[in-house]
């Protein structure tokens, strides 16, 4: 009978347990089981995302920003900074 309640004990525990991470890591768990689901798709088209806005952003913009190169009004006993 010992051996039965131990069980039952460990059982329930191990239980409360599961919840207490379920509920604890909610937000993250329901991230990861998302995308997980997304990658199981074979209908999941990534380019459909509805969730991220590329027309705010211009994608051809350059990276690095080119100062224009005509320097003839330029003070000579100006500082030039180099990044």
Known sequence: MAALTS????????????ITIEMACKPCL???REAMDRS???DY???DDQDI???SSDVRAPLIHNPPTDL???DPS???KSV
């Not at 069980?7 to 599961?18: C, D, E, F, R, S």
């Open 78 to 80: 100006t500082a030039i």
């Open 53 to 55: 806005d590329i027309s």
């Open 45 to 47: 088209d990534p380019d």
């Open 7 to 18: 069980a039952l004990i460990a059982i329930a525990a191990v239980i409360l347990g599961w």
């Open 72 to 74: 003839s009004d330029a």
């Open 30 to 32: 329901e991230q990861g």
């Open 40 to 42: 199981l798709n074979p």
